[in-house]
Structure formats: C-alpha cells, structure tokens
C-alpha cells in the first residue's frame, strides 16, 4: 500500500516563494521514483519534476532554474522548492511515486497523492 500526503500549497504573489513536501507510506522508500506533477483547470496534467533511485532529477522546461526537487531518504519525504512563481504555476500540484530505477517527467506514475493548490496572483 502507497499513500502519498502532500503539503506546502497556498497562494503568493508573482515572484514568491513556495515549498511543498510529500510523506510517502512506502514499504521501501529507496525503490520508488518521486515526482511532482501539476494539473490547471481546463489544461491536461504536466509533470514538473522528478528524481530516481540514483538521485538523476529531470525538469519540465517551463520550471528549469525555478524549481527544485529534493528527498530526504530517512523521513521519506521529498520536496518542491518553488522560487520566483509566475501566475502560469498556478495549479493543483500532486505527489507521484513509482517502483523503478529509472524516471523522468514522461515516466508512467501509478500512485498519486491527493495535491495541494498553488494559487499565484500577478
């Protein structure tokens, strides 16, 4: 059984900051690629980023030098660092996680957390 609780989400404005975290209730956490993807109303859901089992993170271009993904093992947790958040990051934001070795952005995630909203006002 996988359960993914994300947190973190609220709303700033244009050039704020904001991190979201993911708990992940996993049988062995060093197994699973991570991930963070986002869905806006009306537009299909687009990965963020994502980071295996070797610590390899891949990025979305549109959060390239913005956003940055980061895990730590021991509290099965890994994280969403959002900086200088434009109103186009405006979306519901989910937790993904999946057994393998290898993953990024394009990678089939079969668990899924409930997301957190990230509302960002110009």
């Known amino acids: 059984q996988v359960r993914l609780v994300e947190s973190g989400g609220g709303s700033v404005q244009a050039g704020g900051s904001l991190r979201l975290s993911c708990a992940a209730s996993?049988?062995?956490?060093?197994?699973?690629?991570m991930g963070w993807f986002r869905q806006a109303p009306g537009r299909e859901r687009e990965g963020v980023t994502t980071?295996?089992?070797?610590?390899?993170?891949s990025y979305a271009d549109s959060v390239k030098g913005r956003f940055t993904i980061s895990q730590d093992i021991a509290k099965n947790t890994h994280y969403l660092q959002m900086n200088n958040l434009k109103p186009e990051d405006t979306a519901m934001y989910l937790c993904?996680?999946?057994?393998?070795?290898?993953?990024?952005?394009?990678?089939?995630?079969?668990?899924w957390g409930q997301g957190t909203q990230v509302t960002v006002s110009s």
């Open positions: 993904a996680a999946e057994r393998g070795r290898y993953c990024n952005i394009n990678f089939l995630f079969g668990f």
């Open positions: 980071i295996d089992v070797y610590g390899r993170i």
């Open positions: 996993v049988d062995t956490y060093s197994s699973y690629c």
